[in-house]
Nanobody, 127 residues
């Protein structure tokens, strides 16, 4: 069964940067779509970004476009989320997720990922 382990969260001031990492392993079938989601206290889980691991296509939610970049190192089975110009509203628990869909289906929506999630890493942005 695939396992996902996130790291890289922390506390930063507004305008700062963080890079999250997600290592995935233990899969029977190589995941074709990896995503980052976040959940702030009292709010629903929100899709942030996705990357198709084979085609390399990416997708972002509007609120992070131009500030966040999702990337991958297939040799290390690792997906990254570079977060720049962080804002207090980016404060949340960030989760990595794995899915098995085609290029067009690899979008930051929870139902794409069939309940395969990491344990999360906390990001706190202070003003």
């Amino acid at each position: 069964q695939v396992r996902l382990v996130e790291s890289g969260g922390g506390s930063v001031q507004a305008g700062g940067s963080l890079r999250l990492s997600c290592v995935y392993f233990g899969y029977a079938y190589y995941p074709t779509c990896m995503g980052w989601f976040r959940q702030a206290p009292g709010k629903e889980r929100e899709g942030v970004a996705t990357i198709h691991t084979v085609g390399g296509g990416t997708d972002y939610t509007d609120s992070v476009k131009g500030r966040f970049t999702i990337s991958q190192d297939n040799a290390k089975n690792t997906v990254y989320l570079q977060m720049n110009s962080l804002k207090p509203e980016d404060t949340a628990m960030y989760y990595c997720a794995a899915g098995w869909v085609g290029t067009m289906g690899c979008i930051p929506r929870a139902d794409v990922f069939k309940d395969v999630w990491g344990q999360g890493t906390r990001v706190t942005v202070s003003s």
